[in-house]
């Protein structure tokens, strides 16, 4: 069973940062296409920032400029630096890998066609 483990979530003032941290299978960050994913009260989950098996980034709008996905295999550990962080970014975020490796601006907006999830770490920022 393929398992995600996040960390790093916390609460912060506006302007804040954070860097949230998922620690995969080492098969995990080497074929599959991985991402965050979050979901505020009463919203749909939305795509954050998906990274594919070929190397390709894709950001949601609302984050570019602010926050950076990143991967580093030697351990198996994908990343999401968020910076300059406002009140809208409060959420439960939700590292994710799609097995298919399939791309990454398919992905971002396809979270129901993700089949693997973590456990989800809260983010709270304060005005």
């Known amino acids: 069973q393929v398992q995600l483990v996040e960390s790093g979530g916390g609460s912060v003032q506006a302007g804040g940062s954070l860097r949230l941290s998922c620690v995969a299978s080492a098969y995990i960050i080497n074929t599959a296409s991985m991402g965050w994913f979050r979901q505020a009260p009463g919203k749909a989950r939305e795509g954050v920032a998906v990274?594919?098996?070929?190397?390709?980034?894709t950001y949601a709008d609302s984050v570019k400029g602010r926050f950076t996905i990143s991967k580093d295999n030697a351990k198996n550990t994908l990343y999401l630096q968020m910076n300059n962080l406002s009140p809208e970014d409060t959420a439960m975020y939700y590292c994710?890998?799609?097995?298919?490796?399939?791309?990454?601006?398919?992905?971002?907006?396809?979270?129901?066609?993700?089949?693997?999830w973590g456990q989800g770490t809260q983010v709270t920022v304060s005005s």
């Open positions: 990274f594919d098996n070929v190397g390709t980034i």
């Open positions: 994710a890998a799609d097995k298919e490796a399939r791309a990454s601006w398919w992905l971002l907006v396809r979270p129901a066609q993700i089949g693997v």
